[in-house]
């Protein structure tokens, strides 16, 4: 059973923009907080972006505060990720989930910021 399956990523150029989007199924999404989270190889996961089930409270880690925008659709079930200025950092794996309790983890969708 597939909870989540993450997209939008790719390679961009420092500075440059991207959009995440993460369809969700299999529990009552609008009921949760959600989040963004990443990870590079060897490292931990990284929550970076969260948002209230009804969107009206949002959180975001540090260094990305100011760069990226996190939002939903309750009526289609998706999660979005609005990443801009982008840095050689911000590359990882980006992945979404609820935030307590999380769920299988999906597939991820890869994020390259390089010149």
């Known amino acids: 059973q597939v909870h989540f399956v993450e997209s939008g990523g790719g390679l961009v150029q420092p500075g440059g923009s991207l959009k995440l989007s993460c369809g969700a199924s299999g529990f009552f999404f609008s009921g949760y907080s959600v989040g963004w989270y990443r990870q590079t190889p060897g490292t931990e996961r990284e929550l970076v972006a969260t948002i209230s089930h009804t969107a009206n409270m949002r959180n975001y880690v540090d260094s990305v505060k100011g760069r990226f925008t996190i939002s939903r659709d309750n009526a289609k079930n998706t999660v979005y990720l609005q990443m801009e200025s982008l840095k050689p950092e911000d590359t990882a794996v980006y992945y979404c989930?609820?935030?307590?309790?999380?769920?299988?983890w999906g597939q991820g969708t890869q994020v390259t910021v390089s010149s």
């Open positions: 989930n609820r935030v307590v309790a999380p769920l299988t």
